[in-house]
């Protein structure tokens, strides 16, 4: 029997530090059973005074294995164990490598934790006919409430494609301001072109569209992703996003916060935007694409998203009860849910 040992990053939170060693281990298993992967024997270990998730194979970790092991949301190093010495195993490194302060510059109240939007990310993405996306770069996103940007940064940061949509002018003059600077502060090749969001003649609000190169040679071989910005109402997308273009949506749910439209500020349950949302979202969404809602069980309980979802023509992803649910605060009772479209 082999040994790995999986470091995991630190957290700028605490609260969620704490709980990143359970986080990690279930988004793993959940990682290994998108991927075809067999399931992992993992747990939790100390090694002279240091927490680690130890990973139990066979043998040496194959290829396929290290590619999930380094998607991990939290994996900062990996290491074969050999009695008391640790050999370190190089984990693959994303397709485009742009400085790591791009999903950790920003500070703002209510930013959620950028290690649980990309564990949403990937366990989303691994729910998906075609998880091997994820990991070549086509995977394309989209964060239909994306608010300052954070998963969009995210999916450039791993090299993907992106579209988010949100209604705060604020948030989405925020991000703006803050990517234009971001880019030309590290000299990165790119446009970045903001333009009135019309169609039929009709004011839909405002777009922010970015193609960006992580280098000049990426740039050179046309290597560069794109990133839409879509300043409007999540509830009404038609004509703005193409049908069947996205493979997984992501997004992390309201807490109370509005995202309706201006004549409905829709600030009660999520449950009431999501059903309107919804069939305007899963029309963006390709066959065998995946839905992955971050949510506070406080404001919508897990059984009745779980029937929302189902009725939209959803099919959730069976997961180990509670595994990914976590206190944010008092009044945040966090966890998350995936759902495949199945046709």
């Given at each position: 029997?082999?040994?790995?040992?999986?470091?995991?990053?630190?957290?700028?939170?605490r609260?969620?530090?704490?709980?990143?060693?359970?986080?990690?281990?279930?988004?793993?298993?959940?990682?290994?059973?998108?991927?075809?992967?067999?399931?992992?024997?993992?747990a939790?270990?100390?090694v002279?005074?240091?927490?680690?998730?130890?990973?139990?194979?066979?043998?040496?970790?194959?290829?396929?294995?290290?590619?999930?092991?380094?998607?991990?949301?939290?994996?900062?190093?990996?290491?074969?164990?050999?009695?008391?010495?640790?050999?370190?195993?190089?984990?693959?490194?994303?397709?485009?490598?742009?400085?790591g302060?791009?999903?950790?510059?920003?500070?703002?109240?209510?930013?959620?934790?950028?290690?649980?939007?990309?564990?949403?990310?990937?366990?989303?993405?691994?729910?998906?006919?075609?998880?091997?996306r994820?990991?070549?770069?086509?995977?394309?996103?989209?964060?239909?409430?994306?608010?300052?940007?954070?998963?969009?940064?995210?999916?450039?940061?791993?090299?993907?494609?992106?579209?988010?949509?949100?209604?705060?002018?604020?948030?989405?003059?925020a991000?703006?301001?803050?990517?234009?600077?971001?880019?030309?502060?590290?000299?990165?090749?790119?446009?970045?072109?903001?333009?009135?969001?019309?169609?039929?003649?009709?004011?839909?609000?405002k777009?922010?569209?970015?193609?960006?190169?992580?280098?000049?040679?990426a740039?050179?071989?046309?290597?560069?992703?794109h990133?839409?910005?879509?300043?409007?109402?999540?509830?009404?997308?038609?004509?703005?996003?193409?049908?069947?273009?996205?493979?997984?949506?992501?997004?992390?749910?309201?807490?109370?916060v509005?995202?309706?439209?201006?004549?409905?500020?829709?600030?009660?349950?999520?449950?009431?935007?999501?059903?309107?949302?919804?069939?305007?979202?899963?029309?963006?969404?390709?066959?065998?694409?995946a839905?992955?809602?971050?949510y506070?069980?406080?404001?919508?309980?897990?059984?009745?998203?779980?029937?929302?979802?189902?009725?939209?023509?959803?099919?959730?992803?069976?997961?180990?009860?509670?595994?990914?649910?976590?206190?944010?605060?008092?009044?945040?009772?966090?966890?998350?849910?995936?759902?495949?479209?199945?046709?």
């Amino acid at each position: 029997m082999t040994e790995h040992l999986i470091l995991l990053a630190p957290s700028a939170n605490r609260v969620y530090g704490a709980e990143a060693p359970r986080l990690c281990e279930a988004e793993l298993r959940a990682m290994a059973a998108g991927f075809g992967l067999p399931e992992p024997d993992v747990a939790r270990t100390d090694v002279a005074g240091v927490s680690y998730l130890a990973l139990h194979t066979s043998g040496v970790l194959t290829d396929a294995a290290v590619r999930v092991v380094s998607q991990l949301s939290a994996a900062h190093a990996l290491f074969r164990r050999e009695g008391d010495l640790l050999a370190p195993v190089a984990l693959e490194q994303p397709r485009a490598a742009y400085p790591g302060d791009l999903v950790t510059i920003q500070k703002y109240q209510g930013k959620t934790n950028e290690q649980w939007t990309r564990l949403l990310l990937n366990v989303t993405a691994a729910a998906t006919r075609l998880p091997d996306r994820l990991l070549d770069g086509s995977l394309q996103v989209f964060d239909p409430m994306c608010g300052r940007g954070t998963t969009l940064n995210i999916a450039l940061s791993l090299g993907l494609d992106s579209i988010g949509v949100d209604l705060d002018s604020k948030d989405f003059q925020a991000y703006s301001a803050f990517l234009k600077t971001w880019m030309r502060q590290h000299r990165l090749k790119h446009t970045a072109d903001e333009s009135a969001l019309r169609t039929s003649g009709r004011n839909r609000g405002k777009r922010l569209q970015v193609e960006v190169a992580a280098s000049k040679e990426a740039h050179k071989a046309a290597d560069t992703q794109h990133l839409t910005y879509l300043l409007t109402d999540t509830t009404d997308l038609d004509g703005l996003v193409r049908p069947r273009s996205v493979d997984a949506i992501v997004t992390d749910t309201p807490y109370g916060v509005q995202h309706g439209s201006h004549g409905d500020r829709l600030a009660r349950s999520p449950l009431e935007l999501l059903d309107r949302a919804l069939p305007g979202w899963l029309r963006t969404l390709r066959t065998g694409g995946a839905v992955g809602l971050s949510y506070n069980r406080h404001v919508a309980p897990r059984e009745d998203l779980a029937a929302l979802l189902v009725t939209h023509g959803l099919d959730p992803v069976d997961e180990t009860p509670d595994a990914f649910r976590h206190r944010v605060d008092a009044s945040i009772d966090r966890d998350l849910i995936v759902a495949r479209k199945a046709r």
